[in-house]
T-cell receptor
Framework: AQSVTQLDSQVPVFEEAPVELRCNYSSSVSVYLFWYVQYPNQGLQLLLK??????LVKGINGFEAEFNKSQTSFHLRKPSVHISDTAEYFC???????????FGQGTRLTINP | DVKVTQSSRYLVKRTGEKVFLECVQDMDHENMFWYRQDPGLGLRLIYF???????EKGDIPEGYSVSREKKERFSLILESASTNQTSMYLC??????????????FGPGTRLTVL
């Protein structure tokens, strides 16, 4: 069975600093990878997803993620964060051909002025 | 824009009550999902449905049931609520049958407290 580990439960950063949120997965078969964001008091929305092709995926709000098959990682990055990026971020994986997303534990990103 | 709505944002129930959580999507999506979200555990799938009257168990179905009588509506039922079912419940939908690549669209969530 596949699993997803988000290595940091909380990440505090200063405004305009770069940030990386880490995600590792385990699966013996090919997977698709997703990052979702949950702003305060809202549901989740898709930031970006990796299906195939270029390992660097660009998403909304200036975020990007890199798929690294050898390290089974899909880390999320942003070069300069804004107060409005304060949210919880979830990494998720799905086996190709399956319908069940498996989510990581979430990383709470807090931006300090 | 896809819209997924949930009947209540906050709900307080007593132990042993039967609880209905309703979810409606307006984009004719095939698949609908119910998750619960708990701190440190992320989202865990309770049930999903890929067609009217069809349902599949997720990872934590115990203590829950679901109903999908119409394509746009997916209900989560707690037959006899217990305190360990206090949680945030999120509904989601996705467009195509049996597609792994689809984005899931989420409702705002229902925060259920069982006393």
């Amino acid at each position: 069975a596949q699993s997803v580990t988000q290595l940091d439960s909380q990440v505090p950063v200063f405004e305009e600093a770069p940030v990386e949120l880490r995600c590792n997965y385990s699966s013996s078969v090919s997977v698709y990878l997703f990052w979702y964001v949950q702003y305060p008091n809202q549901g989740l929305q898709l930031l970006l997803k990796y299906l195939s092709g270029s390992t660097l995926v660009k998403g909304i709000n200036g975020f990007e993620a890199e798929f690294n098959k050898s390290q089974t990682s899909f880390h999320l990055r942003k070069p300069s964060v804004h107060i409005s990026d304060t949210a919880e971020y979830f990494c998720a994986v799905i086996i190709q051909g399956a319908q069940k997303l498996v989510f990581g534990q979430g990383t709470r990103l807090t931006i300090n002025p | 824009d896809v819209k997924v709505t949930q009947s209540s944002r906050y709900l307080v129930k007593r132990t042993g009550e039967k609880v209905f959580l309703e979810c409606v999507q307006d984009m004719d999506h095939e698949n609908m999902f119910w998750y619960r979200q708990d701190p440190g555990l992320g989202l865990r799938l309770i049930y999903f449905s890929y067609d009217v009257k069809m349902k599949e168990k997720g990872d934590i179905p115990e203590g829950y049931s679901v109903s999908r009588e119409k394509k746009e509506r997916f209900s989560l039922i707690l037959e006899s609520a217990s305190t360990n079912q206090t949680s945030m419940y999120l509904c989601a939908s996705s467009p195509e049958l049996a597609s792994s690549t689809d984005t899931q669209y989420f409702g705002p969530g229902t925060r259920l407290t069982v006393l």
